[in-house]
């Protein structure tokens, strides 16, 4: 209950809903945080439960995790198959000009060497860069 008494309230206004989303986080995992080691992260500063090193460990095994979790999201990506109706928006370098497949024609006023480059292209983002 001590605890509660030194909460704070704060009145804060989103023009960004996800902003907000983010922040809610925050406290929900200070929350965690709390109810897990039973002190605020102020707290354990200004208690000298941890020392510089000790943060600094802490930031290096946060970040070693967050790399695992790329791979892991990386490899995911790899092997999951893009469902052939998701829709997939051109290369942003290809945003004023495009292959209209449905027509077999270029809109944008592209021909020849051109037309099959931006195909490839158009291509090689849905394949490698752009997985849905």
Same mark, same amino acid.
Not at 10 to 38: H, M, N, Q, W
Not at 43 to 58: F, I, M, S
Not at 90 to 95: C, E, I, K, N
């Given at each position: 209950?001590?605890?509660? =008494?030194?909460?704070?309230?704060?009145?804060? =206004?989103?023009?960004?809903?996800?902003?907000? /989303?983010?922040?809610?986080?925050?406290?929900?995992?200070?929350?965690?945080?709390?109810?897990?080691?039973?002190?605020?992260?102020? *707290?354990?500063?200004?208690? $000298?439960?941890? *020392?510089?090193?000790?943060?600094?460990?802490?930031?290096?095994?946060?970040?070693?995790?967050?790399?695992?979790?790329?791979?892991?999201?990386?490899?995911?990506?790899?092997?999951?198959?893009?469902?052939?109706?998701?829709? /997939?928006?051109p290369?942003?370098?290809?945003?004023?000009?495009?292959?209209? =497949?449905?027509? +077999? $024609?270029?809109?944008?006023?592209?021909?020849?060497d051109?037309?099959?480059?931006?195909? +490839?292209?158009?291509?090689?983002?849905?394949?490698?860069?752009?997985?849905?």
């Amino acid at each position: 209950m001590e605890h509660l =008494l030194k909460m704070k309230s704060k009145t804060i =206004l989103f023009r960004d809903p996800v902003v907000e /989303r983010v922040c809610d986080k925050f406290v929900k995992r200070s929350d965690v945080g709390y109810a897990k080691y039973g002190r605020t992260l102020h *707290d354990e500063r200004t208690g $000298k439960h941890k *020392d510089l090193a000790g943060y600094l460990n802490d930031i290096q095994e946060e970040l070693m995790d967050a790399i695992l979790y790329i791979q892991a999201a990386r490899e995911e990506l790899v092997e999951s198959k893009p469902k052939p109706e998701a829709f /997939r928006p051109p290369h942003p370098s290809h945003a004023d000009e495009f292959y209209h =497949l449905a027509d +077999n $024609k270029l809109v944008g006023g592209m021909t020849g060497d051109t037309e099959k480059g931006l195909v +490839n292209a158009q291509k090689d983002w849905d394949d490698k860069i752009s997985p849905v």
